[in-house]
């Protein structure tokens, strides 16, 4: 089996080094470039499986090296770990909104970036990914999922749980996608953790499109898992509202004139999704 081939762009030379030796150590074998432009053309010319970019480089910042890669029909599939000292929840946002598959921060702990690498490379060689923002497998990884357990037998219900669509989009157009994607992401970790906590292994959460999240547990257990999420859910989604609209418990839509709709704040909804 031929090695996994990782690019690591960086203009730190160091870490350059480093990087180059912890994969080379797992078998990997690893290319580098020292600023934005050179990597693109080592990207180009080697077809590296994955790449790891900082974003602050000469050149090409790893945001514009990450924005050509998805804008080129041959580039667009290779996967993106972003690798920088910029954390702050903007930035974050902008890695993914180009594409990047992973948002590390240095200083890094070596065995995240690892693991990381390992995980998306081992979703992409069975045809599976994960959300760009909660890691949570999408919808190939939960259909497969749902064929597994049907085929040993399992009983099991899958749920899923979105948010009341009126109240999340005057969310965003309030507070703005920055806001809206850590809703998102610290719904995903409640109904993970609830899931975990009640049912442990026999749960499944999944993560798919328009922000809806796919739970697959045993059929006993969906009420307790359901109720569990809606209870933390609703403990903490004042916090997530300036304090006139966490007070006054609804939202006035903008952009509506005079008469502004009075919206509630977010909620969760549920549904029944036949095991098909």
Same mark, same amino acid.
């Given at each position: ?156 219900? +899958?749920?899923?749980?979105?948010? @009341?669509?009126? *109240?999340?989009?005057? !969310?965003?157009? #309030?507070? /703005?996608?920055?806001? &809206? $994607? ?54 903490? +989604?004042?916090?997530?509202?300036? @304090?006139?609209? *966490?007070?006054?418990? !609804?939202?006035? #839509?903008? /952009?509506?004139?005079? &008469? $502004? ?16």
């Amino acid at each position: 089996m031929a090695k996994k081939k990782l690019l690591v762009a960086d203009d730190n030379a160091n870490i350059r080094k480093v990087v180059k030796m912890g994969f080379e150590s797992l078998g990997y074998t690893v290319i580098s470039a020292e600023d934005g432009q050179q990597a693109l053309e080592l990207i180009r010319s080697e077809r590296p499986d994955l790449v790891i970019l900082d974003v602050m480089m000469p050149e090409k910042s790893g945001y514009d090296v990450c924005a050509e890669m998805k804008a080129d029909a041959e580039l667009r599939a290779i996967p993106v770990v972003m690798l920088t000292a910029k954390n702050l929840e903007e930035d974050q946002y902008w890695g993914r909104e180009l594409g990047a598959d992973e948002y590390i921060t240095k200083p890094y702990d070596p065995e995240e970036l690892e693991r990381a690498v390992e995980r998306i490379l081992a979703l992409r060689e069975r045809g599976e990914s994960y959300h760009p923002l909660t890691k949570l497998p999408l919808w190939t990884a939960i259909r497969h999922e749902i064929e597994q357990r049907r085929a040993a037998g399992e009983q099991f219900v +899958v749920l899923a749980c979105s948010f @009341e669509p009126v *109240a999340y989009e005057t !969310y965003q157009m #309030k507070y /703005g996608n920055i806001k &809206a $994607d850590h809703v998102t992401l610290q719904t995903g970790k409640i109904i993970l953790e609830a899931s975990r906590r009640i049912v442990g292994e026999r749960g499944f959460v999944g993560h798919t499109g328009d922000n809806v999240f796919h739970l697959i547990i045993p059929p006993a257990a969906a009420s307790d898992v359901r109720d569990a999420i809606n209870r933390e859910f609703a403990a903490g +989604v004042k916090s997530l509202y300036r @304090e006139e609209d *966490a007070q006054r418990g !609804y939202v006035l #839509k903008p /952009g509506v004139g005079v &008469a $502004d709709a009075c919206i509630p704040l977010l909620s969760l909804a549920w549904r029944v999704v036949p095991a098909e």
